[in-house]
């Protein structure tokens, strides 16, 4: 069962029970080579707060010994492990080696049988490099594989890895046709390769493009991802779950791992890090140590490194901060900005995900900030979806560089002596571009914070602009009965809120507003009938009924 807590975009905290303990997402599983004595699951379990592990099954089932103990005692008595484990199939080995030598029910079986908490199937990796009819093959290949392990594996958690390569469109079509069987995860796989070569914009795709496919299904596990520079983006897209023998291969060429890239031992003069492991030691000592000794300690500072993060990445989630966190991280490395530049592109398969309001504010953190999802929606709606109060009726510009948020309660005289007697609309220029002046009060054009000094952005205009210069500018309007800035909220906001034309029932009848103290509008009365409240932290409605 995987129940979801916090939600931020895609990105969500959930937590996934099993068989072994509850683990909470989004989260890291270490990989635990049961040959290779380097953290014992027993001290991950204990120091580093390791929830689910993951170790390879294929490996086990080819090593005499390891199998007949698993097979005998069980899985986690033979890792020493009490929490959730998860096994791999040797597909990934396929990707190393060429072709494995097992059926794929056959290690599925094996895997059920020691005990293990997700078994995987038998998918196919797809290579970046695949032809297309070759990737077809092994899409459908891993698609039937999924199926025919759903028909003898009724009892559920099993992996289903989503393939597709970098055909896009496939790793749709996969994503759908596994999201129709009743997997426990659903892993993208065949990723590893992008991850390696620092493709991440591919990677970004992949990711989206299996999500539409997938739906809301989860949790989802990006196999093979185990660089903490990539849990925010990945995170920010739906991905649940990690695995990593990174820190480990990492750790024994001599790598640590920070969030902002890779440094090799000989290279670094300061950690810079507050591990348990750095607090300690300086770089000197740590190179100066016999090998084995070297690769332990930088294996637990990579491991610290990822967990960190990682809760760093969910901080951000329960504090509605994920895109700032994402945009930022982003600076670090130039594959991580194209790989922004494809999240952002993502914006059709991301919108479903995105909250009309939030409670925290829109935070800028460079120019690109404005093709967020939570902007795009409004600039967008503004260009090809937004009615105006008026229909043929002049737009009134204001500036709004010298007036603080919301602009209207610096436009008071202005809008007093204008509305009542003028049938026209109001725009402002603001750092979103020209809004019409009654999304003000809403996010997130109301809950934001800008630099003052930012890159110009294109501003584009109605053909019918008034700029207002001050008092003298009504002397080029007619005269004719006009409407309040209330009356054109509820209309405007209604309109973009819940659908097109949902504004219109407002003009059925008698409006009134009740206010707040501070002269902000509480709720909105139709022939004195309470229907709208305003929510004061993202001046939306909420229904009354
Ligand atoms: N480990 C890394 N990538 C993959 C993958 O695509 N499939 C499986 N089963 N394991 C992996
Ligand atoms: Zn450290």
């Not at 390791?50 to 069980?74: P, V, W």
């Not at 032809?131 to 594989?145: A, F, G, M, W, Y």
């Not at 939030?358 to 900030?369: D, G």
């Amino acid at each position: 069962m995987f129940e979801i807590k916090e939600r931020d975009g895609a990105a969500r905290i959930g937590v996934f029970t099993t068989p072994h303990g509850k683990v909470e997402t989004p989260n890291l599983m270490p990989v635990v080579n049961p040959n290779i004595d380097l953290i014992s699951p027993k001290r991950l379990e204990k120091e580093f707060g390791t929830q689910m592990l993951i170790t390879n099954s294929y490996i086990i089932y080819r090593t005499d010994e390891l199998r007949e103990r698993a097979l005998k005692e069980g899985l986690h008595s033979l890792l020493d492990f009490k929490g959730a484990v998860m096994t791999d199939s040797g597909t990934f080995q396929s990707h190393v080696y060429g072709e494995v030598d097992i059926e794929p029910l056959e290690i599925l079986s094996f895997q059920k049988n020691i005990g293990s908490d997700v078994c995987t199937i038998l998918d196919r990796f797809t290579e970046p490099d695949d032809p297309r009819e070759l990737v077809e093959q092994k899409v459908n290949d891993t698609i039937s594989r999924a199926q025919e392990a759903s028909k003898e594996h009724h009892e559920g958690h099993t992996a289903l890895p989503i393939q597709g390569s970098v055909f896009y469109d496939l790793r749709e079509y996969c994503g759908r046709e596994l999201s129709r069987l009743d997997g426990t995860f659903y892993p993208i796989g065949g990723v590893v390769p992008l991850l390696e070569s620092y493709r991440f914009h591919e990677l970004t795709k992949v990711i989206l493009h299996s999500k539409k496919g997938l739906g809301p299904r989860g949790p989802v596990h990006l196999f093979g991802a185990g660089h903490p520079l990539i849990y925010p983006i990945a995170v920010l897209l739906g991905c649940d779950l990690f695995d990593s023998s990174s820190y480990a291969k990492y750790a024994r060429r001599g790598d640590l791992m920070y969030p902002w890239g890779t440094r090799h031992i000989d290279d670094v003069d300061y950690l810079g890090c507050e591990c348990p492991v750095c607090s300690k030691i300086t770089p000197s000592e740590l190179r100066e140590l016999p090998e084995n000794k070297r690769v332990l300690k930088i294996a637990e500072h990579n491991l610290w490194i990822s967990y960190r993060e990682m809760d760093r990445v969910k901080q951000a989630i329960h504090e509605d901060t994920l895109w700032e966190m994402v945009e930022n991280r982003s600076g670090v490395h130039p594959s991580l900005i194209d790989a922004l530049k494809s999240v952002y592109d993502g914006f059709e398969i991301l919108e479903p995900y995105e909250p009309k309001g939030r409670k925290r504010a829109f935070f800028y953190t460079n120019p690109w900030s404005l093709n967020r999802p939570a902007v795009k929606r409004l600039t967008d709606y503004v260009q090809d979806g937004y009615k105006p109060p008026f229909e043929n009726a002049p737009y009134i510009l204001f500036d709004s560089s010298n007036i603080s948020k919301p602009y209207s309660r610096y436009l008071t005289n202005e809008l007093r002596a204008l509305l009542p007697y003028h049938r026209v609309n109001l725009l402002i220029e603001t750092p979103l571009g020209v809004m019409p002046l009654e999304f003000d009060e809403t996010y997130p054009l109301a809950q934001s914070l800008f630099p003052d000094n930012r890159p110009d952005i294109s501003l584009s205009y109605p053909e019918d602009i008034i700029r207002w210069e001050g008092m003298n500018t009504l002397e080029s309007l007619t005269k004719k009965e006009g409407m309040t800035l209330d009356e054109m909220r509820v209309r405007s906001i209604s309109d973009y809120q819940f659908c097109k034309g949902a504004g219109d029932i407002f003009s059925n009848g008698e409006l009134s507003f009740i206010k707040n103290r501070k002269g902000r509008t509480k709720n909105v009365l139709l022939d004195n009938k309470h229907i709208l409240s305003v929510r004061s932290y993202d001046g939306l409605f909420t229904l009354k009924r």
